[in-house]
């Protein structure tokens, strides 16, 4: 039932439909419309797309992260007591809101591949459908699983080790990362040892291949550089999220309650 | 059960003044008033029971388990609000999911949400409601789901006066252990067999009954034959039975009578 009514509370929150989506959809029209579309084949088009699509998937689920992040912030006094005095489970509580978080990844996924078909399509003229839908969907479901458990660890770790006045630069370190990590591949080529390390950049590669049915080069921004190998960017990103998952069990047994009033003191 | 023994929690650590002092207090099949002026430690008091603040020394426990490490003991509700933000649901949605969570059923809250009139909160999140609202919605919940044992703090502020006289008559029925912190005196002679103690400054003084308040008298110093003695930052007081300075029960709250004794 917990994950229900998680479900219930991020499907209602504006703020991660306005930010998730509505932003997203601005960038995706900028990327569409605005920005150098150039692109005179299909096969040119689709990888243009499939580069916009990724990093936008990436930034839509850091946006999740933040709102999941608030959201376990508030509750930091709510887990102290319902471990204590309810039938809730520190194991119950992780399962229940990552598989919850997941589903809304997949949701704000697929609004996303919907407004990125249209508005790129619309614009070059090709109708520019991702290759392997399901398999965006399924990218963005694992997507909402890394984000959610990333945020848990970074907000109780503040909560329970560190002052509360840092929380509203901790909740915004997944954007911070993402924007990073997504735009310096697109202006400055990483190496490929850590394109495969980073979940941020083992996530919009893989969006990419989901989009464009071709592996990610490892220069995105013009198409050049040896072609990554997926299947180390998927272990790679699942390694992440299972040490995440460690974490998070670690740290929500562990979980503090504090005064949600010292976060907002200057 | 509820006990404390020797707690004490100071403010900002080590050096910090106390927010309760070597209190020890043990509730079993009783039902107990805590009346102390604002900043006393009353709401202390609650939270280190809860586990919600720890004790720089002492230990808080209940039913016999540290409650530090206690777990799943469904039996312990509060109307703190802060315990019920688990995450941003409606007032119906935060019912259903702690009687969920609680094992039990939700029928018993959403017909005290009827009962109080509350029934417009329910489609609202716990932030849209006013502080008198949000404050009986946490009454509720800590009435609700079978508890044996309640822990209430505050539960009359900013309630007005016909929620009240409900709120109290079904407190009074509950067959529950209870703890009422207030600073209020107006409703006590409602509660004549309950258990009262006084709290100022983070110290404990009683055990009193609620039927003695008539009866009780506050006075500068320390009195010869006096009943309890109360050492503050501002001074010595005693309080006295039959005959004293100033009658607690003529005051309307401890912040005022300590006023006109001094």
């Known amino acids: ?49 499939s580069v916009w ?67 790129f399509s619309s614009r070059s003229g090709y109708v520019l459908l991702p290759v392997y839908p399901y398999l965006s969907i399924a990218m963005f479901l694992v997507t909402g699983m890394f984000m959610f458990l990333l945020s848990v660890v970074l907000v109780i770790f503040a909560n329970n080790y560190t002052g509360l006045k840092s929380i509203s630069f901790i909740v915004f370190i997944p954007q911070l990362l993402s924007y990073l990590f997504g735009f310096s591949e697109l202006g400055i080529p990483l190496p490929s ?3 495969y390390a980073s979940p941020f950049s083992d996530i919009p590669r893989l969006l990419y291949q989901t989009y464009s049915g ?53 | 059960m509820v006990e404390l023994s020797n707690v004490s929690v100071r403010y900002d650590g080590r050096n910090g003044n106390y927010a309760l002092e070597n209190v020890n207090l043990k509730v079993h099949n009783e039902k107990v008033v805590v009346i102390g002026p604002n900043g006393s430690g009353k709401t202390t008091l609650l939270k280190v029971l809860l586990g919600l603040v720890q004790a720089d020394s002492g230990q808080a426990s209940i039913n016999g388990v540290d409650v530090r490490t206690i777990r799943g003991e469904t039996a312990v509700s509060t ?26 059923d939700s029928g018993e809250a959403e017909e005290l949400v009827y009962r109080f009139g509350l029934e417009a909160t329910l489609g609202k999140k716990i932030h ?61 002679n409602r509660l004549e067999d309950w258990t009262l103690y006084f709290i100022i400054e983070g110290k404990i003084f009683g055990k009193f009954l609620v039927s003695q308040l008539k009866n009780l008298y506050l006075n500068r110093g320390e009195v010869p034959g006096c009943v309890s003695v109360m050492d503050t930052s501002f001074g ?10 100033v009658p607690i029960a003529a005051a309307r709250n401890l912040n005022s009578i300590f006023d006109e004794v001094a």
């Open chain 1, 193 to 195: 040892a850590v394109v």
């Open chain 1, 214 to 266: 071709n592996a990610s080069p490892l220069n995105m921004s013009n198409g050049t550089g040896p072609l990554l190998n997926p299947y180390i960017l998927i272990v790679s990103l699942l390694f992440w999220t299972a040490l995440l998952f460690v974490l998070a069990m670690f740290l929500v047994r562990r979980i503090k309650p504090r005064s949600i009033e010292e976060g907002r003191q200057v």
């Open chain 2, 236 to 245: 010595k007081f005693s309080i006295t039975e039959n005959s004293g300075a």
């Open chain 2, 79 to 104: 109307n703190l609000a802060e315990v019920y933000r688990l995450m941003g649901n409606t007032v119906r949605d935060i019912i259903r999911l702690y009687s969920d969570l609680k094992g039990s």
């Open chain 1, 1 to 49: 039932m917990i994950a229900r009514f998680y479900l219930k509370s991020l499907v209602s929150n504006r703020a991660l439909w306005g930010w998730g989506v509505g932003f997203m959809v601005f960038w995706l029209f900028m990327g569409s419309y605005i920005f150098g579309f150039n692109m005179t084949t299909k096969i040119e088009s689709l990888e243009y797309t």
């Open chain 1, 53 to 119: 699509f990724s990093l936008i998937g990436l930034i839509s689920g850091s946006i999740i992260s933040t709102t999941v992040a608030y959201s376990v912030y508030y509750a930091n006094s709510s887990l102290a007591y319902s471990f204590r005095f309810t039938k809730l489970k520190p194991s119950a509580y992780i399962f229940n809101l990552m598989g919850s978080t997941s589903v809304v990844g997949g949701i704000i996924g697929a609004f996303i591949i919907v407004f990125t078909v249209i508005l």
């Open chain 2, 128 to 188: 849209q409601l006013s502080s008198g609202e949000q404050k009986m919605v946490g009454n509720i919940m800590s009435l609700s789901f079978s508890p044996s044992i309640i822990l209430m703090d505050e539960p009359f502020d900013n309630v007005d006066q016909g929620r009240r006289l409900k709120l109290l008559d079904i407190i009074k029925k509950s067959s529950a252990d209870i703890i009422i912190n207030t600073h209020e005196f107006d409703l006590l």
